[in-house]
C-alpha cells in the first residue's frame, strides 16, 4: 500500500538520506521507492524524474549547509570566522556525503531557484572573509582558494583519501592556518592583475551565474 502523505518534500528528503548512504552518483528512483515503501511508479507523481530528484536534493542540501556555516560564522571575526567556516564545512561534509555531493552540482542557466540557494552560500564565504579587509580585486580569489583547498580536503576525506598514520584533524588545521596566513598577508593589498576587471563588484556573485545587485 502506497505510504500516506507522500509528497515532493518527503520524497526529496528521503532521497536525500538515501545518498548519504548509498552515494550521491548511484540513486536510483528504485532505492528511493523502495525506502519509501511505494512503487517506482509512484514516485513519478510527485518528482518528475531522477534528474528533478536529484535537483531537488542538491537544492535542499545547498540550503543546509548555507545554514550551518552561517551559525558556524556568526559573530566571528577574521581568523576566527575563517576557522568556524572550515570546521563546520568539513564536519557537514563527513555526516552528509551524499548531500555535499549534491552541493557541487552547478546550477542550470536557466534555474533561478538553485541560482539563488548557491548564491547564498557564496555570501557567507565573503562574509568570513570581509574581516581581512583584501583589496576587492582580490576578493574572488581568496574566495575561490578557500573554497578549493576546503572541498578538496573534504572530497579526498568523505572518500578515504587519506592513508597515512597521521591526525587528519591536525592535517586539516594546519591546511586552514596556513590560508589564513596568506590572507593576512595580502591584508594590506597588492597591485591588481592587468587582466582584473577594475570594476570589483561585478565579481562578487559572478561564481554561480548570478547578475550582480543593481
Given at each position: 500500500?502506497?505510504?500516506?502523505?507522500?509528497?515532493?518534500?518527503?520524497?526529496?528528503?528521503?532521497?536525500?538520506?538515501?545518498?548519504?548512504?548509498v552515494g550521491f552518483t548511484n540513486l536510483t528512483m528504485g532505492l528511493a521507492a523502495e525506502r519509501l515503501g511505494v512503487r517506482?511508479?509512484?514516485?513519478?507523481?510527485?518528482?518528475?524524474?531522477?534528474?528533478?530528484?536529484?535537483?531537488?536534493?542538491?537544492?535542499?542540501?545547498?540550503?543546509?549547509?548555507?545554514?550551518?556555516?552561517?551559525?558556524?560564522?556568526?559573530?566571528?571575526?577574521?581568523?576566527?570566522?575563517?576557522?568556524?567556516?572550515?570546521?563546520?564545512?568539513?564536519?557537514?561534509?563527513?555526516?552528509?556525503?551524499?548531500?555535499?555531493?549534491?552541493?557541487?552540482?552547478?546550477?542550470?542557466?536557466?534555474?533561478?531557484?538553485?541560482?539563488?540557494?548557491?548564491?547564498?552560500?557564496?555570501?557567507?564565504?565573503?562574509?568570513?572573509?570581509?574581516?581581512?579587509?583584501?583589496?576587492?580585486?582580490?576578493?574572488?580569489?581568496?574566495?575561490?582558494?578557500?573554497?578549493?583547498?576546503?572541498?578538496?580536503?573534504?572530497?579526498?576525506?568523505?572518500?578515504?583519501?587519506?592513508?597515512?598514520?597521521?591526525?587528519?584533524?591536525?592535517?586539516?588545521?594546519?591546511?586552514?592556518?596556513?590560508?589564513?596566513?596568506?590572507?593576512?598577508?595580502?591584508?594590506?593589498?597588492?597591485?591588481?592583475?592587468?587582466?582584473?576587471?577594475?570594476?570589483?563588484?561585478?565579481?562578487?556573485?559572478?561564481?554561480?551565474?548570478?547578475?550582480?545587485?543593481?
Open positions: 500500500m502506497p505510504r500516506a502523505g507522500l509528497t515532493p518534500a518527503t520524497v526529496i528528503e528521503a532521497g536525500a538520506a538515501l545518498a548519504d548512504e517506482t511508479p509512484s514516485l513519478y507523481k510527485h518528482v518528475d524524474s531522477l534528474d528533478a530528484l536529484r535537483r531537488g536534493i542538491a537544492i535542499q542540501a545547498k540550503r543546509e549547509l548555507t545554514h550551518v556555516l552561517a551559525r558556524a560564522a556568526v559573530g566571528k571575526f577574521g581568523p576566527d570566522a575563517v576557522r568556524a567556516f572550515a570546521d563546520a564545512y568539513r564536519r557537514w561534509a563527513l555526516d552528509h556525503p551524499g548531500r555535499y555531493a549534491a552541493t557541487i552540482r552547478a546550477p542550470a542557466a536557466d534555474d533561478e531557484e538553485d541560482k539563488h540557494v548557491s548564491n547564498e552560500a557564496v555570501k557567507v564565504l565573503y562574509d568570513v572573509l570581509a574581516g581581512f579587509k583584501l583589496p576587492d580585486t582580490r576578493f574572488v580569489d581568496a574566495a575561490r582558494s578557500l573554497r578549493a583547498a576546503i572541498h578538496g580536503f573534504a572530497a579526498l576525506e568523505t572518500t578515504n583519501g587519506f592513508g597515512l598514520n597521521r591526525d587528519v584533524t591536525g592535517s586539516y588545521h594546519f591546511l586552514i592556518d596556513s590560508l589564513i596566513a596568506g590572507l593576512q598577508a595580502d591584508q594590506h593589498g597588492r597591485a591588481a592583475h592587468p587582466e582584473d576587471d577594475q570594476d570589483p563588484s561585478k565579481h562578487r556573485y559572478h561564481e554561480t551565474g548570478t547578475p550582480p545587485p543593481n
